[in-house]
């Protein structure tokens, strides 16, 4: 098996506190590299639509709520799992490429209701065919079987770590 990163960060530490238990070190070193480098990955494999950050998670989360494609601030908050000021800035940007239009809401005269445009649906179904056929690039080195194993690791270890967060 080949060196990494991680490896040298480790042997390091070995040397200069041999006393450490560096295992979780090693996993969780790795996970975090392997993540940073995906979404390196990811993004470039984005970056011929242009969208302004963010703006894939927010046109996906409004695309697979289905038709009309429409969803309150607070829902797409609490899909994309980031703040309100989070959401507002993303919004805000998508608002001006055209992608997405924000009207009121009939149900709740306070409320706001965000949907996609003709632009944004159709840009968030080129780029999501785009972004799967990068997330497999970015699989490759693993076969069917590591891609399973792996899964059900970080679905255990994701489990645990929501309970833990409440």
């Known amino acids: 098996m080949s060196r990494d990163h991680i ?11 041999s006393d450490l238990d560096l295992e979780p070190l090693e996993l969780l070193g790795r996970l975090s590299r392997t993540t940073d480098l995906a979404h390196s990955a990811l993004r470039k494999g984005l970056s011929q639509y242009e969208l302004p950050a963010g703006g894939f998670d927010l046109l996906a989360a409004l695309r697979r709520t289905g038709a009309p494609y429409e969803l309150t601030p607070t829902a797409l908050m609490d899909s994309m799992m980031i703040s309100s000021g989070g959401v507002t800035k993303r919004l805000d940007r998508l608002v001006e490429a055209g992608l997405v239009k924000r009207r009121p809401d009939p149900t709740d005269r306070r409320g706001t209701l965000v949907g996609l445009t003709a632009n944004g649906k159709a ?18 080195s693993l076969t069917a079987t590591d891609r399973r194993a792996l899964d059900k690791l970080l679905r255990r270890l994701l489990a645990s770590l929501e309970r833990s967060e409440g």
């Not at 490896?7 to 506190?17: G, K, L, P, S």
């Not at 840009?123 to 490759?140: P, S």
């Open 7 to 17: 490896d040298r960060i480790v042997a390091e530490w070995r040397r200069e506190r």
């Open 123 to 140: 840009t968030i179904d080129k780029a999501i065919e785009t972004h799967l056929e990068n997330e497999e690039l970015v699989l490759g």
